[in-house]
């Protein structure tokens, strides 16, 4: 049995590297920020006392969260900072539900729920409308990384804030699009 769990685990950690490689071929920072997506969201998971697999989960999802941005109909707005068109937003709004797919299609069923609810609010106001209880501890966790090193990071169009302006950007938003019950864990793994 204890066997059959290694072997499970292994398969998963070599379908994320596929998928994990298949994004830094898109496109380095978006591997590279999926990276440290992956790290900052299971130092939360620890700290939040969250268990050994959903740390491993979603370690793993982080990894490979923005998988769904790897298709060449997105290119053209990867690096886009203003004038979206609804097409455009269409697009980027569906790379959540894109990403999913392709994780259950490399047999990631248990991190591609987490993949799909990514980009939620906990006000509803998300990608698709889960809100509160609705929305996966995991999910919430990762939607806080995901913030922070949007934030923090240097994009083509904006330069990185500073750790401070993102936490306080950042705390405003709780209870509308963060879950505040992780604060606490995130506020603690970013220092
Ligand atoms: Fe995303
Ligand atoms: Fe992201």
């Not at 370690?59 to 923005?66: C, K, P, S, T």
């Not at 069923?109 to 698709?128: M, N, S, T, W």
């Amino acid at each position: 049995m204890i066997k059959e769990g290694v072997l499970h685990k292994e398969q998963i950690e070599n379908s994320v590297h596929t998928l994990r490689k298949r994004i830094y071929r898109f496109d380095v920072p978006t591997g590279q920020h999926c990276d440290r997506v992956g790290d900052l969201a299971v130092k939360i998971a620890e700290r939040a006392g969250m268990g050994h697999e959903d740390r491993f989960n979603i370690f793993n999802a982080g990894l490979i969260h923005d998988i769904g941005k790897t298709t060449e109909s997105f290119r053209p707005i990867l690096y886009k900072s203003g004038d979206l068109t609804d097409n455009d937003i269409k697009i980027i709004r569906g790379h959540a539900q894109e990403g999913s797919r392709i994780a259950r299609l490399e047999g990631l069923d248990d991190i591609a729920p987490l993949i799909f609810q990514h980009h939620e609010r906990v006000d509803g106001k998300g990608y698709h409308g889960f809100k509160g209880d609705g929305i996966l501890p995991g999910a919430s966790i990762l939607t806080y990384a995901d913030v922070f090193d949007a934030l923090t990071s240097d994009r083509s169009y904006h330069k990185g804030k500073s750790r401070d302006d993102a936490l306080s950007l950042m705390y405003e938003n709780v209870g509308t699009q963060l879950n505040g019950a992780y604060w606490d864990a995130f506020e603690k793994s970013v220092i």
